[in-house]
């Protein structure tokens, strides 16, 4: 399958649940939902009728636009003609117009709704989000891609963590690493105010540092203006050295975590990682097609609770996150979620990352991250990396 091809498979998905909703078209605004139903992330709208081919308006490139695009391009330099122009192209005026009212700004809703002063304005960022949640074959061999990258960038970084360096330092080269294997850097998010720099390298106590982002870990950063990630920190021996990075290759995310120590790890973390280890083993003997994600988070949390750990499991205290996996594809924070209250069924094709994990505070962090592929039978491991501890020797 081609990207073209897949354009078409989801555009007339997005079509399929406008007509179920008397929906008469949907306005693309946001960058991500943009590439997704035209391949392109130009500055740009894209107009999605119920029936007949979309229209892109673009201001900026019209150039790559167009080379990136399937769709009728309209050139323009400001968007308030947008309504002229589906008049002049003879295309129904929208009574019921959808947008992504979960990402858009206010600002932005209401210049949508001068422009369509008679239109009722609807929410499509549920419809949009359905469909991204189940990966196409063209999508999925990206992924499967992106989890073998990871893998032999992640090879070279036992040989790249020595005490006496910050974690700063070791970051960078990580991150090298992964830019010589063609990394874009740049992690999407959709939730509000979540952003990502690659992911999270913290050592000992630091990776107990909890902060704004909706995840276990955050780690001091470098000040509060960019609250997260790795800081100025010199690693130690003994300490558990903890690698939460998310590798994005070719636009899709894969999300992977792992250990690694230099010398003799304390006990209490190794005990906690063995324990993820178990929990993420249960799991993907769990998951199926059908199963609630629910119901994996209350497996999670009894054996944990079994181990003694419950009060550690995805966080400590009052800084404790209620989920242990999450959907991954264009952006990071896809659905479906692996929560309490998520009660919809998982699908073949879903791509999610599960990341058992326990925060010990003093200590540090210990667990797991894989990314996995949603089978007919169950899951296949997109991250292919080996999961066991790393022991990095003394020189």
Same mark, same amino acid.
């Given at each position: 399958?081609?990207?073209?091809? +897949? &354009?078409?498979?989801?555009?007339?998905?997005?079509?399929?649940?406008?007509?179920?909703?008397?929906?008469?078209?949907?306005?693309?605004?946001?960058?991500?939902?943009?590439?997704?139903?035209?391949?392109?992330?130009?500055?740009?709208?894209?107009? =999605?009728?119920?029936?007949?081919?979309?229209?892109?308006?673009?201001?900026?490139?019209?150039?790559?636009?167009?080379?990136?695009?399937?769709?009728?391009?309209?050139?323009?330099?400001?968007?308030?003609?947008?309504?002229?122009?589906?008049?002049?192209?003879?295309?129904?005026?929208?009574?019921?117009?959808?947008?992504?009212?979960?990402?858009?700004?206010?600002?932005?809703?209401?210049?949508?709704?001068?422009?369509?002063?008679?239109?009722?304005?609807? +929410?499509?960022?549920?419809?949009?989000? +359905?469909?991204?949640? #189940?990966?196409?074959?063209?999508?999925?061999?990206?992924?499967?891609?992106?989890? %073998?990258?990871?893998?032999?960038?992640?090879?070279? #970084?036992?040989?790249?963590?020595?005490?006496?360096?910050?974690?700063?330092?070791?970051?960078?080269?990580?991150?090298?690493?992964?830019?010589?294997?063609?990394?874009?850097?740049?992690?999407?998010?959709?939730?509000?105010?979540?952003?990502?720099?690659?992911?999270?390298?913290?050592?000992?106590?630091?990776?107990?540092?909890?902060?704004?982002?909706?995840?276990?870990?955050?780690?001091?950063?470098?000040?509060?203006?960019?609250?997260?990630?790795?800081?100025?920190? #010199?690693?130690? =021996?003994? +300490?558990?050295?903890?690698?939460?990075?998310?590798?994005?290759?070719?636009?899709?995310?894969?999300?992977?975590?792992?250990?690694?120590?230099?010398?003799?790890?304390?006990?209490?973390?190794?005990?906690?990682?063995?324990?993820? &280890?178990?929990?993420?083993?249960?799991?993907?003997?769990?998951?199926?097609?059908?199963?609630?994600?629910?119901?994996?988070?209350?497996?999670?949390? %009894?054996?944990?609770?079994?181990?003694?750990?419950?009060?550690?499991?995805?966080?400590?205290?009052?800084?404790?996150?209620?989920?242990?996996?999450?959907? =991954?594809?264009?952006?990071?924070?896809?659905?479906? =979620?692996?929560?309490?209250?998520?009660?919809?069924?998982?699908?073949?094709?879903?791509?999610?990352? &599960?990341?058992?994990?326990?925060?010990?505070?003093?200590?540090?962090?210990?667990?797991?991250?894989?990314?996995?592929?949603?089978?007919?039978?169950? #899951?296949?491991?997109?991250?292919?990396?080996?999961?066991?501890?790393?022991?990095?020797?003394?020189?």
């Amino acid at each position: 399958m081609t990207l073209k091809e +897949d &354009l078409y498979r989801r555009i007339k998905g997005l079509q399929d649940k406008m007509l179920a909703n008397d929906c008469d078209a949907v306005m693309i605004v946001q960058n991500v939902d943009l590439y997704y139903f035209s391949g392109t992330m130009q500055n740009a709208r894209l107009y =999605v009728p119920a029936e007949g081919e979309p229209l892109l308006f673009c201001r900026k490139s019209l150039t790559r636009a167009a080379n990136e695009c399937p769709w009728n391009i309209i050139p323009t330099n400001n968007y308030k003609y947008i309504p002229n122009h589906i008049k002049e192209m003879g295309y129904q005026w929208p009574k019921r117009l959808g947008l992504e009212f979960d990402v858009i700004p206010v600002a932005l809703y209401q210049s949508v709704q001068r422009l369509f002063p008679d239109s009722t304005l609807l +929410d499509a960022s549920g419809w949009i989000g +359905d469909l991204r949640t #189940v990966k196409s074959p063209y999508e999925i061999a990206i992924i499967k891609a992106a989890g %073998k990258k990871m893998a032999d960038a992640f090879g070279v #970084v036992p040989e790249l963590i020595r005490p006496g360096l910050s974690e700063l330092a070791i970051a960078a080269s990580i991150e090298k690493e992964l830019r010589d294997h063609e990394h874009q850097g740049l992690s999407r998010m959709r939730g509000f105010n979540q952003e990502f720099f690659y992911g999270h390298f913290l050592s000992g106590s630091n990776g107990c540092m909890a902060s704004f982002n909706d995840g276990v870990t955050a780690g001091m950063g470098m000040g509060a203006f960019y609250p997260q990630g790795p800081g100025n920190r #010199v690693i130690q =021996v003994g +300490d558990p050295v903890y690698l939460d990075y998310v590798g994005v290759f070719d636009g899709y995310n894969v999300d992977q975590t792992r250990l690694y120590v230099i010398g003799v790890l304390a006990h209490r973390l190794r005990y906690a990682f063995q324990v993820a &280890l178990e929990i993420q083993e249960m799991l993907i003997n769990l998951v199926k097609p059908g199963m609630m994600a629910s119901e994996l988070y209350d497996t999670a949390l %009894k054996i944990a609770d079994k181990a003694g750990l419950s009060h550690n499991f995805m966080g400590y205290g009052a800084e404790r996150v209620r989920f242990v996996g999450h959907g =991954v594809g264009l952006e990071l924070d896809e659905r479906p =979620v692996i929560a309490p209250g998520f009660n919809i069924p998982l699908e073949a094709g879903m791509v999610i990352a &599960l990341e058992p994990k326990f925060v010990l505070p003093g200590l540090g962090i210990a667990g797991i991250e894989n990314t996995w592929l949603l089978t007919p039978n169950g #899951v296949e491991k997109i991250t292919v990396l080996p999961d066991d501890i790393a022991t990095i020797p003394l020189a």
